[in-house]
DNA sequence: TCGAATAGGGAAAAATTTATCCGTATTGTT
DNA sequence: AACAATACGGATAAATTTTTCCCTATTCGA
């Protein structure tokens, strides 16, 4: 595993929740979770376009922020269910802010985002 | 300029928010722009944990994407201001709820922060 | 005249994040 | 017997982000 090399900020509230949630995937897993899709493969098929070795990464590091439980169920083939912790719940809002926004202004976004790639339209 | 070499993702509203607000200080910009520190040198002392050269560039992409202007005065020594667009003020109240989740649930997110920086307290 | 403040870019290094590829293990199905 | 599904980790490469260092330019004040 990478070891971090530089101290957190950890000055204010953006900074604190940058810790936490800074991970390309990390809103879409709480979000999917929340939603009920709770194994491992549910999520990896919910967000193809993420790599399965990131999407442990990122489950491992909201569960070490106690925002995920992970449940081991000792059967075959393995079984793994990750829940929101109560904690983990009060980011739900947070994110649904955040993901309202990004709906509604979407066509705004991809205009401006797509100005960065000009060999497309 | 660093060119990017894989085309972002744009499938739902997390997708479009993170192509304009993934960036270690870009909220933290918009923040301070919108509470009337305007000025580069301003803004530099409202972080100084961020490099003056990140400052620049993340406000360069702030302005590519629209969410706040860039004023040049003629005057010597140059003088720039930055100011919110009517679209990057629609963000305000986004970021709001963001960085008050962080300042409620700030006791929960330092100790679990620093689980991750075992050298330290 | 020297230094501070202003604004900002280039180049390169360092840090970090993400992707790719390969390997482990078990059970059930074809 | 081979293969898919399940879950996960190591090693390495690639991509991206951020830092560090150095440079330009102008004006004001000591």
Redesign the pocket.
């Known amino acids: ?6 101290f957190p900020n950890l000055n204010c509230g953006l900074d604190l929740v940058g810790e936490v949630l ?4 990390k809103m879409r897993l709480l979000w999917f979770i929340n939603e009920g899709y709770l ?4 999520l ?1 098929r919910k967000i193809p ?12 590091e909201l569960e070490e922020h106690e925002l995920v439980i ?1 449940t ?1 169920y000792p059967v ?6 990750y829940s929101l912790t109560a904690f983990g719940k009060t980011l739900i809002p947070v994110i649904a802010a955040i993901g309202n926004w990004g709906d509604e202004y979407q066509d705004s976004l991809k205009r401006v985002i797509l100005k960065g790639y000009p060999q497309l339209s």
Request: aromatic share 8%; proline share 9%; glycine share 2%.
């Open positions: 595993m990478y070891e971090k090399k530089t800074y991970g390309k995937w194994r491992p493969s549910e990896q376009d993420a790599s399965r070795r990131v999407i442990n990464i990122q489950l491992k992970r081991i075959m083939p393995p079984k793994v269910e």
